[in-house]
């Protein structure tokens, strides 16, 4: 009963606040063309991305200008989540509308941290219709090119792609992604769905040296912070192995206050630099291609010490939760959308737009259909290393965020207009309670959903090859 009546307070209070902060309309600078034939449709994913760098200048250096002009003649929706917050399940949460919870994708290392056992990972299972293969099926050619080393081929995410190129980053990195996708899609005919993978802002963070002088240096590197730098997994894995409890003290040291400065100016740097690669992209899309429906998107952000680490994976806060989603196309309107939304939105609203079928276990919405106002959105993590452990979920309801950590039995409420960076947890039992509701309840029906699986049916011993790709974007310790 009490849960009842604090649910109804909440989606009062969430109906207020929806309403104070109602959808922003920029002037509407899309014409809307009427085109023959389905249109295509390019995705976009810019790995490791947060959201708020689109807007954000370094020194009086802007660094997403392409990104944010493109942004302001689209649907740009301020704040989306991904529905996990490292790559393998929020890109199978994107390629399929089902949660983390109902396909279980979830890790990237099944294995003992530190030992030279076998080492194996998830895959996505046969039995799931993804994006690409929805728009195979409806006659669209399908290409994908791909950076991400957990989106391997051996990963089976190539289902429903007639080719799919897969040069792991830093193999590949931003100038040649664009390149190579350019080139195809100068000889392309549609209709076609592509997908382009870019990494440039997960670490390694070596940015090229011109975007790097676009910026101010960080004075006052010590030795140590250099040394580290050179070195820069030896110190994150020794890090992340001594904060899941594997090591009981640190090897390494840690970097200065400057040296974390200048780690965050590394990624500025790699921003910037596949702002200007993107926005060539769409450039040379727009022109050669005027009937497509360009998606950009992040999979996850990126913490830079917020609540005390780096990377991604291992909690749900916003740095690492809240992501860019925009989207430009034929008959989409320039609006600002600050409705919380989620990636599982993007299959339901692709579908919609280019008429393919809508499948009911799909648990996504389309996002220009339907009334965006008061719907919970969750988002979850068991990080990619099972031997940490680790399971958190979260709920978002208006700007109330609640976190539950299963593995340390905590929860933790959030204001987040008042408080945006998550610093100050609300003591408000009640509000805990009812929000928890939500997430067992969404959890029960993740649970009965005709879909879900247990997630050990495909999970693959992996060959060397994969594990040393995967090595050096942080996967494997
Ligand atoms: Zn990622």
Redesign the pocket.
């Known amino acids: 009963m009490r849960i009842a009546v604090t649910l109804s307070f909440l989606f009062l209070l969430t109906m207020f606040l929806g309403c104070q902060q109602a959808e922003q309309y920029a002037a509407d600078t899309t014409e809307t063309e009427i085109f023959p034939g389905p249109p295509n449709v390019v995705l976009i994913v810019l790995?490791?991305l947060r959201a708020d760098r689109i807007g954000a200048s370094r020194d009086g250096v802007p660094l997403m200008p392409g990104l944010e002009a493109f942004a302001n003649n689209a649907a740009y929706f301020r704040r989306a989540y991904a529905n996990a917050t490292?790559?393998k399940p929020?890109?199978v949460s994107l390629f399929t509308s089902l949660y983390p919870g109902v396909h279980n994708v979830q890790y990237g290392t099944v294995h003992s941290l530190g030992d030279d056992e076998a080492v194996r990972a998830d895959a996505i299972p046969d039995t799931f219709e993804t994006m690409a293969e929805l728009f195979q099926q409806a006659g669209y050619r399908t290409l994908a090119f791909q950076e991400?080393a957990?989106m391997s081929p051996v990963f089976n995410m190539d289902k429903g792609f007639e080719r799919y190129e897969f040069h792991p980053y830093p193999e590949w990195t931003a100038d040649r992604m664009t390149e190579e996708v350019s080139n195809v899609l100068a000889e392309l005919e549609g209709p076609f769905f592509l997908y382009a993978h870019y990494?440039d802002p997960?670490a390694p963070y070596e940015p090229p040296d011109e975007y790097l002088e676009l910026f101010e240096e960080v004075p006052g590197l010590t030795v140590q912070d250099r040394d580290l730098l050179d070195r820069y997994y030896d110190f994150y894995n020794d890090f992340l192995m001594h904060r899941f409890g594997i090591k009981d003290s640190r090897d390494e040291p840690d970097f200065s206050e400057q040296g974390k400065e200048k780690i965050r100016l590394l990624y500025d740097a790699e921003v910037r630099y596949a702002d200007d690669h993107i926005t060539s992209l769409i450039a040379g899309i727009q022109e050669r291609h005027p009937n497509t429906y360009i998606v950009f998107v992040s999979?996850?952000g990126e913490e830079l010490w917020e609540h005390g680490s780096i990377g991604?994976g291992p909690t749900v806060y916003d740095e690492v939760a809240h992501v860019d989603l925009i989207i430009q196309g034929p008959s989409v309107s320039a609006k600002a959308v600050d409705h919380p939304v989620m990636l599982i939105d993007v299959l339901p609203t692709l579908a919609a737009m280019a008429e393919l079928p809508v499948r009911e276990e799909w648990q996504g919405i389309d996002l220009f259909a339907d009334d965006l106002l008061e719907r919970p959105v969750f988002i979850e993590t068991h990080s990619s290393i099972q031997a940490t452990g680790i399971f958190k979920q979260a709920v978002v309801l208006g700007d109330r965020k609640l976190i539950i950590d299963y593995q340390h039995d905590t929860a933790e409420l959030y204001d987040l207009a008042a408080d945006p960076r998550e610093q100050n947890p609300l003591d408000r039992p009640d509000e805990v309670a009812a929000l928890r509701a939500l997430i067992d309840e969404q959890n029960e029906l993740n649970r009965s959903h005709p879909l879900h699986s247990e997630g050990d049916a495909r999970q693959l011993e992996l060959d060397d090859e994969t594990i040393e790709a995967l090595r050096a974007v942080g996967y494997v310790m």
Do not use: K, V
């Open positions: 790995d490791t490292w790559t929020s890109m991400n957990n990494m997960h999979d996850h991604h």
